[in-house]
Each structure stands twice: as structure tokens, then as C-alpha cells.
């Protein structure tokens, strides 16, 4: 014959999944919480003595789905017992929709014309121009004066972000406690809300035109 055991869960937070069945007695200890991730979670016993003990669809950092994807549902909770003793959290959201993907960045505007043909002219010190360079006892200056080239198109604005993904399915719940002592069972069952739109894309600057060849 085997004897039912007690189970207590305290401390740390703990993943859950499956069927519980073989314990006479389930604690929850120090607000302890258990998270079944959206999968199906079922609890069949004598008698739960909970204080603040908190039954969770998704742990915190798992509240909203990746960029790009839709909420997961919630699964479903089941809990039968005889008698509960405390106050008894459970939610049973849908998790929240991903953010849209980002919009495409935009396109690069077209290169501006190259600036005016210049040809470079050199002479003697003695009649070096305003603006000449020395070299090797000469002057070099770019006759007319080097220009620059001219401003480019300007670029292409960033296409607009994807739209958020949708929240998943709140669980299937259901809870028969015959008895509750001292305590009661607050629950949420709501729908996982959608996710945000995605970022617009990166606006693209114009390139700038060439400055003029030199002959």
C-alpha cells in the first residue's frame, strides 16, 4: 500500500507541468511561484495550505512573445481538492504579442554631379596670384578655382514598422475547492494584448557630389 506524501514547494521559483496527484497534501511556502509556461498544469489533492502562493501561466521575462512572433497561449490549470487554507494567486494570461519586425531601411539618394573641369596653371614666384601654392620654387594654382561637386538627391525615408503580433489565449481554469479556510483565490484570465508595431526604418542620407577633375 503506498501512503501519500505531503509536497511543499518554497523558496526558489519553480517550472511545473503535468499531472500532480500522488501527494495528499501540497504546500506553497514564503509566496513561493510556480510557472507552467502555457502547457497543460493539473493539481488533484486532499487539502492545499497556501501562504501566498502564486500559480503563473509565464514567468516575467517571458510575458511578451520574441520581435516578430504571436503571443503563446496559456494552456490550461486544473485544481481539485478537498479543502484550501490561504490565500491562493493564480494568472492565467495569454502572454503578450511580439513587437512588429522594423521597417527597411530607406534607399541611398543619387550621387550630385561632378563639379566644373579646372586646369592647373604654374608660374614664377614673382607673379604668384592670390590663393597659389609654392612647390620647388614654383607656384601651382587651379585656374578657374577648383569647385565642388554638387549636392546629391536626398535619400529615401525607412518604410514603415511591421505591425504588433496578437497575445495568445488566456487558460482554460478550472478550480474546485470544496472548502477554503482563512484565505480565498484571486485569479486573471485574460487574453495576452497585442504586441506594439515595429520601428520605422533608418532614413539614408544623400552622397554627396564629386569635387571638379583637375586637367
Known sequence: IQIPQDKVFEGENEIVGGVFDQYNRIFFKNKVRLFWLGEDFEIRTQEIYSDGGILEAFPQDQKQAALGSPGLSAGSLKIKARKLVGDLFIRADGQMGGRGETGEKGTT??????????????????????????????????????????TGEVGGQGLPGAPGKRGGNSAKVDVQITEVQEGEVYFTNRPGKGGPGGFGGEGVSALPGLAARVH
Open 109 to 150: 539618394g543619387k550621387s550630385g554631379e561632378v563639379g566644373p573641369d579646372t586646369f592647373l596653371r604654374w608660374g614664377k614666384p614673382e607673379s604668384m596670384p592670390p590663393g597659389a601654392a609654392l612647390h620647388r620654387g614654383y607656384y601651382f594654382v587651379c585656374d578657374p578655382p577648383r569647385a565642388p561637386g554638387q
